[in-house]
């Protein structure tokens, strides 16, 4: 080979750069667990079947944006109030939001609503979920997807803790969401992977800046 091709190829490879290396995907299960002030609730979520939502989740998690948050709704049914779902996340908070992602529906990924199924609170439109979820206490299948309904985006499920779901339930509610609002919301301390590898978003958090005091008027 003569001395210009050599060359020739080493300039090339000079000007590609080293080659991309992929992130490193989730396992099929990710497991997560939420510590609350009365116990944890470990999570097992399916990456392989609602990926996409999965994705959204661990995000929040792995950029802590669920630390110090709260789970702040009991939808208890009225004619067997020991069912039905809590709600928790960011709530209101704009500064915690990560990006919207597509609806992943129960027709889609084959995840139904079933006890101590995890799935994406949303508004009325289908691609609103974001930083809020709830967990069921009994099955709920008029959550599932249906003919034009596209129902919620079911993505995991509890691996331990429904008795501490059970005891934030029955706590004391009232005021907005029809009544549902915890009175004294369940702080939810911390939100942390348990297995695969953590990939924060790398996205700004602003509820971490603090701002400076402002300063006192000068003297005349």
Do not use: C
Request: charged content about 20%; glycine content about 12%; cysteine-free.
């Amino acid at each position: 080979m003569r001395l210009s091709h050599i060359a020739s190829f080493a300039a090339l490879a000079l000007a590609s750069g080293p080659a991309a290396v992929a992130a490193p995907a989730d396992p099929p299960i990710v497991r997560v667990r939420l510590d609350t002030p009365y116990g944890p609730i470990v999570l097992a979520l399916e990456a392989r079947r609602a990926p996409k939502t999965v994705a959204n989740f661990m995000g929040y998690v792995d950029d802590r944006r669920f630390d110090g948050m709260s789970f702040y709704r009991s939808a208890r049914n009225r004619s067997a109030p020991t069912y039905g779902f809590i709600q928790g996340g960011i709530r209101t908070d704009a500064r915690r939001i990560l990006p919207p992602f597509p609806l992943e529906t129960t027709a889609m990924t084959g995840i139904r609503h079933v006890d101590g199924t995890i799935s994406m609170a949303r508004r009325a439109e289908a691609g609103s979920a974001g930083g809020n979820f709830f967990i069921t206490v009994g099955p709920m299948p008029s959550m599932d997807a249906r003919g034009g309904y596209p129902g919620y985006a079911a993505f995991g499920h509890v691996v331990s803790g429904m008795p501490v779901i059970k005891r934030i339930l029955a706590l004391p509610t009232g005021g907005g969401m029809g009544g549902q609002l915890l009175l004294r919301p369940i702080r939810l301390i911390a939100a942390r992977r348990l297995n695969g590898t953590p990939r924060p978003t790398g996205l700004v958090k602003p509820w971490l800046v603090k701002t400076k005091p402002a300063a006192p008027p000068a003297r005349k």
